[in-house]
């Protein structure tokens, strides 16, 4: 099972909104509604902030939003804040032997 | 409140084995699904085992396949990875997860397996 594709980083001003992109396969993102993301600050443990493609835990806030069209997931990160800065980790469910798999994380700068 | 607390890391010399150790609390251990995930240094996550509520279903990730033994003790509240046969590759901070809605929303803070010479 291979590495879903991120983009190594984004970046964006302060207020503004930014979308960060997932890119997998028919066999894991395309196939289930079952990609999940992922932040994590600098030396810190991961964060769950969506699951299911766009569920949103409680407690997290209304600003992080996630979606997906095809094979591929998106997380949507509106009127940025300083706090967002973080790496961004995509996940789905395969339904295989391995079931599941990451991607390869997105570094997300706030200007 | 939920709590993951890892144990066991350290230096090893490859070829050698280590045990981590997960214990858990703030929830009823027996009715989840287990895994671990690492994280080699600077890189993403990765996957590594999985064990269900009562051990009857495990999956390990293809690179870490008849080396490593994932295991659980719902008596002691504790999830266990024995690794052996330990490559330099497998250096990385190595988290206790717990699955809930095939995602990971509790995370421990992580321990260290440094494999080196």
């Known amino acids: 099972q291979s590495a879903l594709t991120q983009p190594a980083s984004v970046s964006g001003s302060a207020g503004q909104s930014i979308t960060i992109s997932c890119t997998g396969t028919s066999s894991d993102v395309g196939r289930y509604n079952l990609v999940s993301w992922y932040q994590q600050h600098p030396g810190k443990a991961p964060k769950l902030m969506i699951y299911?493609?766009?569920k949103r835990p409680s407690g997290v806030s209304n600003r992080f939003s996630g979606s997906k069209s095809g094979n591929t997931a998106s997380l949507t990160i509106s009127g940025l804040q300083a706090e967002d800065e973080a790496d961004y980790h995509c996940?789905?469910?395969?339904?295989?032997?391995?079931?599941?798999?990451f991607g390869g994380g997105t570094k997300l700068t706030v200007l | 409140e939920v709590q993951l607390v890892e144990s066991g890391g350290g230096l090893v010399q490859p070829g050698g084995s280590l045990r981590l150790s997960c214990a858990a609390s703030?929830?009823?251990?027996?009715?989840?699904?287990m895994s671990w995930v690492r994280q080699a240094p600077g890189q993403g996550l990765e996957w590594v085992s999985y064990i269900s509520s009562s051990s009857t279903t495990i999956h390990y990730a293809d690179s870490v396949k008849g080396r490593f033994t994932i295991s659980r003790d719902n008596a002691k509240n504790s999830l266990f990875l024995q690794m052996n046969s330990l490559r330099v590759e497998d250096t990385a901070v190595y988290y206790c997860v717990r699955e809930s809605s095939y995602s990971f929303n509790y995370w421990g803070q992580g321990t260290l397996v440094t494999v080196s010479s």
């Open positions: 299911e493609d766009s």
């Open positions: 703030g929830f009823t251990f027996s009715g989840y699904s």
């Open positions: 996940c789905s469910y395969t339904g295989s032997s391995t079931p599941w798999v």
